[in-house]
């Protein structure tokens, strides 16, 4: 870093040169999206100088004073200026968060850019790093700001070429706010001209809910700094080119298809339009309004801890602070969209938020109404929820556990794999618990459901296969969420949940009976063998017994305890072994009645530990050594060559 009077070089971050190449180079094709991101970075700034001046009056806007953004051009210049009078920047929030990217995630994101991606324009808005996007048509950009608060000689000049430095210096500056000015690239001259300015905002940001002003007609004055009576430099004066009025306000019968398409896409930094989205006006003991949309696909941050909320809480259309916890459960943290309350104090804080009986109602009713258009969905748009639940299934799964006010509701929007789907190891998940009832057998009185570490390792699983020898049909739990699943829910529609690991199919008729019976009789044939593989094995297992669950494997492993809480949850995130495991033997299996008949096999101590190894691993689960159990593999097939 080197210093001269107060102007200072620094280096960009790493990732942030990967940045700036990614837009010079990958996204000139869509260069109109500098200017949306431009104006929605101005926008933020006038709501945060709203809230701030909440709790700090002085920082309130002067009488008369209209805040706004404004967006000028100079011809002779070529330049572009995108203004605002809101918050500002300091000269440290500046380097801060202009000369680094802060974000959690997003140096992942940029590592595994390839291909097609890296043309992709949506993921700009995404990782909310949409400033770099100037450098899409300028190959200099210099930004003022002058922080609210702060004397007029704490202003803050930055520019930078886009190639690896920036300088900041301090300068003078009247008024708060920001000047972003753009020193267009050669071939960009189209761009300085009011009408095209113009259709751009529209296209993009002609929702915004603050006034965007341009110089009247197709003037190019003036760089659109902020005059000292609150009027705009330009010559000839100045005209909003948006209808800068809140969109969710407006009546439903005004509004098309494509201004919701617009203003999602404006509020959620997204090109791809949304899913679905509901908006609706609620009067009664509480009034407000909900305009709320489901994306068609997910956010980069759907996964990180401190992933931000979609959902911006306004107070009769000020916006007053985005959503942390308060309005949306965590698992419908993918939803975007605005709430707007009447009956909320301006002066709302994070604090009243957690204690409002106002904000319980609206979470409430927002909750019902996203789980009700998602089952419309479901039944009248079925490849669309299909969609829906491919990028967010895994997160709606969390509400079984989360939500028990609506655990009827989301368990109805559940999908799973079984062992009815169609190539279930590697299918969609696409059976409703609803589906599953409607092909029970008769006489069924169960839910079955097998949890395994994968979706493959619960299709291939030895514990299914007295269920397809029976016709029955098992859910498939694969994911690492639907352990919460299988100790949340404990019954559907009056059915129980039950492990296919601990329960085999009991219809009560005379071939289950007769089942038990054979079942009793193979455990007293077979008892001496199950004693000698139990001591071979020492602690290993809990208990060896003769298996009614299998038919073509020799043996499998199941808990001997029942699968919920504590115990599920460290079965699931550590070796994949229940706390109490049980090795089941197949007496119909070959390997199995050799060793009852050769009671005095020397090997008998090696055939226990590759039983128990095949075990564990038809169940997904680690082996503790796999050199050990390949060595006693390659032993007894010695032995059985010498034979």
């Keep these: 870093m080197t210093t001269q009077a107060e102007r200072e070089s620094h280096q960009f971050q790493a990732e942030v040169v990967q940045l700036l190449d990614l837009m010079v180079n990958s996204l000139y094709s869509n260069k109109e999206i500098f200017l949306r991101e431009l104006i929605s970075n101005a926008s933020d700034a006038i709501d945060r100088l709203r809230f701030a001046a909440f709790s700090e009056p002085a920082l309130a806007p002067a009488d008369g004073e ?27 929030e500046v380097i801060e968060q202009i000369g680094t990217i802060a974000r959690s995630g997003t140096r992942e994101f940029l590592r595994s850019l390839s291909g097609d991606q890296r043309k992709d324009a949506a993921l700009i808005g995404q990782f909310g790093v949409g400033f770099y996007s100037a450098f899409v048509v300028a190959d200099r950009v210099t930004l003022v700001t002058r922080k609210a608060g702060l004397d007029a000689d704490q202003a803050v000049r930055w520019e930078s070429d886009g190639k690896g430095a920036y300088s900041v210096e301090n300068i003078q500056r009247d008024g708060r706010g920001t000047d972003v000015t753009l020193h267009l690239r050669e071939g960009e001259d189209d761009l300085l ?51 800068g009025s809140a ?12 201004d919701y398409q617009d203003f999602y896409k404006h509020v959620a930094g997204d090109f791809a339009a949304p899913l679905a989205y509901l908006h609706a006006v609620i009067e009664g003991t509480y009034e407000y309004t909900l305009l709320l949309f489901i994306p068609s696909r997910a956010p980069f941050d759907l996964w990180l801890p401190d992933a931000r909320r979609g959902v911006k809480l306004h107070v009769r259309r000020v916006f007053i602070m985005e959503d942390t916890g308060q309005l949306m459960p965590v698992y419908l943290r993918f939803i975007r969209g605005v709430i707007d309350s009447a009956d909320l104090p301006l002066n709302v804080s994070r604090e009243l938020l957690q204690s409002s009986r106002v904000v319980d109602s609206i979470r409430s009713s927002a909750v019902k109404r996203i789980l009700k258009l998602l089952r419309d969905l479901a039944s009248d748009e079925p490849a669309k929820y299909a969609a829906f639940w491919k990028e967010f299934g895994s997160v709606l799964k969390e509400g079984v556990a989360e939500d028990y006010a609506n655990r009827a509701e989301i368990a109805k929007l559940l999908r799973f794999r079984s062992t009815r789907s169609a190539g279930p190891a ?8 609803d589906d599953y009832l409607g092909r029970m057998k008769e006489g069924q009185e169960k839910i079955y459901y097998l949890l395994a570490p994968t979706p493959a390792a619960a299709a291939s699983s030895p514990l299914l296969e007295t269920f397809r020898k029976q016709g029955v049909e098992v859910l498939l739990f694969g994911e690492a969420v639907d352990h919460w699943v299988a100790s949340s829910l404990q019954d559907y529609d009056g059915k129980r949940l039950v ?6 199919p009991d219809f009560g008729d005379e071939a289950g009976e007769q089942g038990e019976e054979a079942a009793k009789e193979a455990a007293a044939g077979f008892a001496g063998l199950t004693g000698k593989l139990k001591e071979a094995l020492g602690g290993k297992v809990h208990e060896v017994r003769v298996s009614s669950r299998l038919t073509t494997s020799p043996a499998c492993i199941v808990p001997d305890e029942p699968e919920i809480g504590l115990s599920l949850m460290r079965r699931i995130s550590g070796s994949g072994l229940p706390d109490q495991p049980v090795l089941e033997i197949n007496p119909g299996h070959p390997l199995i009645a050799r060793l009852n008949a050769s009671a005095d096999d020397p090997h008998l101590g090696e055939w226990a530990e590759v039983l128990y190894s095949q075990a564990v691993l038809t ?16 032993d007894l097939l010695v032995a059985l060559a010498g034979d």
């Design 193 to 243: 001209h009011g009408y095209r300015l113009k259709s751009i905002i529209q296209k993009y940001s002609d929702h915004i809910s603050l006034p965007i002003v341009m110089p009247a007609g197709d003037g190019a004055g003036g760089a659109g700094r902020e005059g000292p009576d609150g009027e705009g430099g330009g010559d000839g004066g100045e005209e909003t080119v948006n209808q």
């Design 66 to 92: 209209k805040l706004q953004i404004r967006v000028a051009f100079d011809k002779a210049a070529r330049t572009i200026t995108v203004s605002d009078n809101g918050i500002g920047m300091s000269r440290d």
């Design 247 to 258: 969109l969710w306000a407006r009546s439903k019968s005004d509004l098309s298809e494509q």
């Design 426 to 433: 590697a299918g969609e998940a696409d059976v409703s618990l």
């Design 619 to 634: 169940l997904g689960a680690q082996i503790e050594d796999p050199a050990v159990f390949v060595s006693q593999l390659n």
């Design 499 to 504: 492990s296919a690991g601990q329960e085999v």
